[in-house]
């Protein structure tokens, strides 16, 4: 079957609306982030005070400029697009322009946008709807090496993590290729399954379809989601764990959380030896070799010396690397990787 | 919102069409042998080999009795509905009489039958699809107690030890309701939500949402899916499990099963204890107290002899009560729960 659903063509422009802060922006930062060579430009409307660095567009630059797709890099409140960011979608969808969003409301229901689409020969993609026909979980040994980011709660940078990793692997010349599995991931990689959304029979199908069998040097870094100690989303992060079958995991963590977020009840994250033990074990089902890498923590809220005893402590503990991937960079995981791999 | 997305009204008639064997009629024979009570006929085409020792009814004769649905009481290979069993279907719907089907093609699909619905005043019923907006699992604790039952595998008496519990809890004049998760447990009961068939991010959430607060004296006895241990749907199962926030679990087994079935590679069924150990620690994620009621194993493939003397070894080894569910009687595992709750 076809891998994935999506596929963005690039170069990129980022749509970024009236969207009032960054914090609604972050699938637009993380594109221009991680993939500065794809993106073209931006366009804002009226005062919008996010800015992403990119040059600013209007349809007819972005023609000039051969931008083959327009990326809705914001996630307003509710995940509705407004009414009145439609004309501009419309007009880019008229001149061939292809536009992908990952918001609830789906590009795909609105019919002016449709027709558009239409005439224009542009694609319409929803980021958040899943391929069709997914398998139902195999359970079949793959080639190739995998591994996964396991987060201690949501939001704890596993997304940041992985692409981290990857980057270090690319840039040591292994063949790497990172495997999306959230919309912002997949509008970063350009292509990828939403797991989150995909029919809970198909979850471990799903991710083994997402790495499938590869070569024996080649190592796929697995996007994780939702979290093994987190009631809300467990069910996801076990089919993914499962169907990875990772050779390696690195437990992604906030050293300013102590609870799991956005929960009623009272759900401590555990220590980090035990969170370890319990991934692997779970891990080990369907990959009895998996070890875990090491421990990527967001440590933003500390000095830099809080930092150094924090991480350096967490280290003598487990046994196992402990960096900050923005502050300390993933050197240390990808030597422990390579070397016990 | 409303508890569940599907009602169906007895009397039922269980349509078996000209299925082959009993194999896949179960999910009739489930319903005839939990709800008799509900029961008022069958219906089959040609010479149909299966029976359910129901009364053989005409559209007509269902008419007169008062049969308020008609159930397809079985799953043909493949999951669809033969077009030569529509003109009867047509028929049921014509005259008002509701229509449930747990099959894979949607009677809802299906033009002909849904005009004659319509006429009729007939509602049809997909029980595979599950609630429309169902919410994020929240984790918050709730009132009321709950046991859920949890498989070394698939196919192991999940959803019959879950009946023959909540019959042995009313028999004992205890305030109890039957959970269903899947397809035939939701027609035997009437209702319940296919937790297989939702969106992997809201597992938890029906899981919530099918056991809410109740009475303190109360049990919810919820019908396992999946199992923890088979890498094809270990997702559901960890979904259910932390959102059903289950006071008690009874582990089903089938003695004569060592390695999960339908996967490629090797995943063998672990030692039981190492189950029962397993399941309660992530159980203890969402219910602290959560402890484990009992084993319920199919032992059918053996002599009374070999029964005795296998659950006798395995209740002293586990020190809780082992039972087949069939063969001796959930009655052990009952007194135990109440005991222990």
Redesign the interface.
Known sequence: MQLTSVRLEPPYLLYLGDTPDDDHAKTGHGIAYWRPEHCAGQMRLGDCPVDLGLPEMSVADAVDAGVKTVIIGVAPLGGQIPDHWLPQLIEFARVGIDIASGMHSKLKSMPDLVAAAYKGGSTLTDVRVPPANLP??????RSGKRILTIGTDCAVGKKYSALALHRELERRDFKATFRATGQTGIMIAGEGIP???????F???AAEVLSPDNDDDHWDVIEGQGS??N??????????L??SQADALVVCHDAARTN?LD???D?PIPELDEVVD?AL?LAR??RPRCFCAGVSVNTSTMTDFEREAYLGKLQDHLGLPCVDPVATGMSPIVNFLLKHA
């Open positions: 139902v979980g195999q359970g079949k040994p797991i989150d959304a995909v029919v809970a029979d979850i471990s199908g093994l100690w009631p809300s989303y467990s069910g996801v992060t076990l089919g993914l499962h169907g799991i929960v009623f009840g759900y319990d074990r089902r369907s």
